[in-house]
């Protein structure tokens, strides 16, 4: 059974920057792509950045392409979300989880019941 668990939220400022991070079990963490996702109150559960297993290829929704950047490291079963430049419509509990594609297919919400808690970035100006 998939197992996630994020972190690396908090209460920033516009322009400041974070680092969520990931850390996947139950699952052989280098054979899976993976996927952050994030979920603003009241809006619906949207991509934002995907990685491919190998950690070579990346996508990024339009919205933050420039400002995010998804990397992993497989020795430790993590993924992690370099998020610059923040900016309040950021605003949003983010979640990551194993995804079955990679490139803009990897960015559509996964039906799967792998989904974490998630960890609160909030933005303020």
């Known amino acids: 059974q998939v197992q996630v668990r994020e972190s690396g939220g908090g209460v920033v400022q516009a322009g400041e920057s974070l680092t969520l991070s990931c850390t996947v079990s139950?699952?052989?963490?280098?054979?899976?792509?993976m996927g952050w996702f994030r979920q603003s109150q009241g809006k619906e559960r949207e991509g934002v950045a995907c990685i491919d297993w190998d950690g070579r290829i990346d996508t990024y929704a339009p919205s933050v392409e420039g400002r995010f950047t998804i990397s992993r490291d497989n020795a430790k079963n993590t993924v992690y979300l370099q998020m610059n430049d923040l900016k309040p419509e950021d605003t949003a509990m983010y979640y990551c989880?194993?995804?079955?594609?990679?490139?803009?297919?990897?960015?559509?919400?996964?039906?799967?019941?792998?989904w974490g808690q998630g960890t609160q970035v909030t933005v303020s100006l």
């Open positions: 139950g699952v052989i963490f280098g054979d899976v792509n």
């Open positions: 989880v194993p995804v079955a594609f990679i490139g803009v297919r990897g960015l559509s919400v996964p039906d799967t019941d792998a």
